[in-house]
């Protein structure tokens, strides 16, 4: 099966990251063998995804404790302010309950002495 450029420029993704069928690989690896064009775009796109993955690695190797150290900063500080929030709900809690009971209490023991 003879298939164009374009086709193999769009399939160059898929053949690169070999996730393309059976059929796919066999067209592309055929036409790549008679069209220099298509296989320099082929190989450009090649090193461009080898070198990324290599750039990726290498930042994951230089300082694999960094990721580690932001997550744990992160959870601390979300960690202080739930208890923030949390302390603020118990006084507001409090505060509703003793302001209730003194209305109540006022209520009862109030003013209203026949």
Known sequence: MEITCDIVTDLVDVYTNNVASEDTVNAVKEHLKTCPECRR????????????????????????????????????????????RRTIRNITSVFAVVVSLVVLLKGFFGEDRD
């Open 41 to 84: 775009h082929y190989e450009e796109y090649k090193r461009n995804i080898e070198s990324e993955r290599k750039n990726k690695v290498f930042v994951t190797e230089k300082s694999p404790g960094l990721n580690e150290e932001i997550i744990l900063e992160s959870m601390n500080k979300l960690s202080k302010r739930l208890k923030t």
